[in-house]
C-alpha cells in the first residue's frame, strides 16, 4: 500500500515569506508526528496529532510555526516569516495508533532552503 | 533528562566487518529502544528494537544489546555491507510520553 507521502520534496523560499508543507499519512493511522532534521543532526520532534485529541505542540521552537490536521488525514505545517535557520529537512510521520511503541513511518520529507 | 546520546558520528568499516554504534541514556522510565536507518534522500525506517526485559536481540545480522544498569545499549552490525551504509539513529522512550526521543545520528559507510 501506499506510504507517507509529502510535498514539495524541495523548497526554496525567501527569508520573510511564509511557507506550507504537507503531509499525507497511511490511511487509516490516527497518529501522525512532524520533525525536524538539521545538517547532520538528530530528529528534533516539532508536534503530534492524535485522532481529535489536542495536538502536543510542546516541539514547535516559535509561534511562526503552526500545524494542523483535517479530517483527521491530511495534515500542514506552516512557517511563517521564514529565516535562514529554518533550513532543514522537515520530516512527517504516521503510526497505527496513539502509542509510542508503535513504529512511525517516515515520508521521504521535504527539504526547506531559505535564503 | 529527555536526551539520548549517540555516539560516533561518523563510522567507517570495511566489508565484512562489525559496524558498532552505541546510544545512552538518563531517564529511567525509558523501556523502548528502537534503531531507525535512513538512506540519503528516504526518511527514517523501524531496523530493530528492544524492551529493557531483555539484554540482546537479534534480527539476521542486525543485534542490539542493552545494558539497563548502565543506561547503555547498543546496534552492532555483522559482516556489514556496502548497502548498509545510511544514518542510524537510537530512540527511546517510555509509555508515558507522546513520542520517540533520537539520538543525533550516525552516518555509517561500509567500503567495498
Known amino acids: 500500500g501506499a506510504g507517507v507521502s509529502q510535498s514539495p520534496s524541495n523548497k526554496v523560499t525567501e527569508k520573510g515569506k511564509d511557507v506550507e508543507l504537507r503531509c499525507d499519512p497511511i490511511s487509516g493511522h490516527t497518529a501522525l508526528y512532524w520533525y525536524r532534521q538539521s545538517l547532520g543532526q538528530g530528529l528534533e520532534f516539532l508536534i503530534y496529532f492524535q485522532g481529535n485529541s489536542a495536538p502536543d505542540k510542546s516541539g514547535l521552537p516559535s509561534d511562526r510555526f503552526s500545524a494542523e490536521r483535517t479530517g483527521g488525514s491530511v495534515s500542514t505545517l506552516t512557517i511563517q516569516r521564514t529565516q535562514q535557520e529554518d533550513s532543514a529537512v522537515y520530516l512527517c510521520?504516521?503510526?497505527?495508533?496513539?502509542?509510542?511503541?508503535?513504529?512511525?513511518?517516515f515520508g521521504p520529507g521535504t527539504r526547506l532552503t531559505v535564503l | 533528562q529527555q536526551q539520548v546520546k549517540q555516539s560516533p558520528q561518523s563510522l567507517i568499516v570495511q566489508k565484512g566487518g562489525i559496524s558498532i554504534i552505541n546510544c545512552a541514556y538518563e531517564?529511567?522510565?525509558?523501556?523502548?529502544f528502537p534503531w531507525y536507518q535512513q538512506f540519503p534522500g528516504k526518511g527514517p525506517a523501524l531496523l530493530i528494537a528492544?524492551?529493557?526485559?531483555?539484554s540482546e536481540k537479534k534480527e539476521g545480522r542486525f543485534t542490539i544489546s542493552f545494558n539497563k544498569s548502565a543506561k547503555q545499549f547498543s546496534l552492532h552490525i555483522m559482516d556489514s555491507q556496502p548497502g548498509d551504509s545510511a544514518t542510524y539513529f537510537c530512540?527511546?522512550?517510555?509509555?508515558?510520553?507522546?513520542?520517540?526521543?533520537f539520538g543525533s545520528g550516525t552516518q555509517l559507510t561500509v567500503l567495498p
Open positions: 528492544i524492551r529493557p526485559d531483555v
Open positions: 530512540a527511546a522512550c517510555s509509555g508515558s510520553a507522546r513520542q520517540l526521543t
Open positions: 531517564n529511567t522510565a525509558f523501556d523502548y
Open positions: 510521520a504516521s503510526s497505527s495508533s496513539g502509542s509510542p511503541y508503535n513504529e512511525q513511518f
